[in-house]
Each structure stands twice: as C-alpha cells, then as structure tokens.
C-alpha cells in the first residue's frame, strides 16, 4: 500500500506542462446561490490526449502500482496541494483512490496493470482530487440543510480555455458519480448557443461584424433559454421529476452548427445531488 501512496503522489518523471498551470477554486455568488467554480487556466496537459491513448497499444515491464512516478517520496502535484490533500490522507483512503483509477481504465478502455506516466499522472493528480473535491462540496452543501428540508442541487463549474480537456474531466467525472450512485446532470455553455435560424438573424442585424459572422462570441447564447434550463435543474428535487438537457451540434449545417433536435437530449431524473 505505501508503494501505491507513493506512486499516486509523486510527481511524474516526465515534465509538467510547459506552460504553468495555475487553478483556483472559487465560490460563484451571484445568480445562483451554492454553486462552486473550479477553474484551470492556462493548458493543462501532460503527453497525448487520452482519445489516442486509448488506441494505443501500452506496454511496461512492471505492473504501475509496482513503480513509483519519481523519487521514492511522496511529493503532491499542484493540484494536490491546490486541494489541500496530503500523502497521508491518500494513504488513509488508498483503496477508494485505486478503485477509481479502475473505474477510469475501465472508461477509457485501459489496462489498469500497464498505465502511463502521463495517464496516471491524469487519473491520479487531475480527474479523481477533482472528483473527491466535488464530493466535499456536495457533503458540505447538504450538511446546510436541516432534516426534512428539501436539499438543492449543488452546482459546481469549470471554467477553462478552450483545449484544456474540460469535457474530458466532466465525462470522467459523470461517470464517477455514476459509480457511486449519485445523480447529476452535465451542461455546456455550447448547449445554449442560438438556434441555427436565430444566429443567421442576429448576423443580418449586424452586418460587417465579423464577431458574430459564428458562433462563439458574446452575444451568440441564447441568455433566455440558459436561465430557463439552469433554474428547472435547480429544482429537481424529488424522485420521478425528470426533464431533457439540451444540447447542441456542432456538425449540423457544415460546421456552423445548430441546436440538436429535442428528441436526441438526453434524460435526467431527480433528485439530482449536483450539476455542473
């Protein structure tokens, strides 16, 4: 076990990001009350996406567990420390921190004996701290209600630039929450972008402006609908109360996208524990 602990936490023998990454946990106080910011700027990324990963084909002499990251010490990463999580609380919960990882190969189609460097570095400093903060947040957030009050969905966002994985850690961190039964519900800033017809209008309005000639920019979201879906997630509060999340195609009309037919959102149901 103390050779898990270590492998966990020691940083990995290939470098960080070039770039620094910097993250910040943050609490959002305006619209909505108890929701929770978690924010990486700059690109976070070590080695190959994980969609190549998965392709490919990985072999090591030793199991991972067997072979510690770096030197035989346990050192946390940024994100460790940015959590305030220690080696010692890792080694209290190591079995819960191994399952995880299995969930994870499981999801990413890897075998658990054969990780990476840059893949544990993923499972093991980035996707499962990021999961156990969540569900530090959820316990904190329903330890403000009284018994029998209704409890609230927590919300929690991730803000980051474009490339930097969020909807990678948001799948890994569904999934997750699926494994240990909580129910939660996804949405994307992209899911409220104006309709296909809507943003053609808006263009005409404005003609010559280059910022809305696509979507993207301020003024292309559908401010409206996103406050009518976010506060009806708010409320599902109770067993059999359900409702469709929106999403959109970015395929649709050769890559200027259009909102997704209603028919293909996918389903959610209550009570949610969060939403992110």
Sequence with gaps: MTMAVLNILSQPTTPWPTKTASFSLYSCNHYYTNCYMFSCYDRFSVGPSLSSLSKAVIGSAKPSFSSPMLPRSPKSGPLLNKLGMTSEMVAESIDKWLAYGLHLCRLFQLNELYLTIPQKARFYHYYIPVFLWCEQ??????????????????????????GCGKTTL???????????????????IDDFYLTADDQAKLRESKPGNALLELRGNAGSHDLSFSVETLTALSKLTKEGMKMKLPRYDKSANNGRGDRADPSTWPEVEGPLKMWM
């Design 137 to 162: 947040q959820i316990s904190h957030h329903s330890s403000t209600f009284k018994d029998g009050e209704e409890v609230t969905p927590i919300v929690i966002g991730f803000s980051a630039p474009q």
């Design 170 to 188: 948001v799948f890994a961190l569904e999934y997750l929450f699926k494994v240990t039964r909580r129910k939660s519900a996804t949405v994307s």
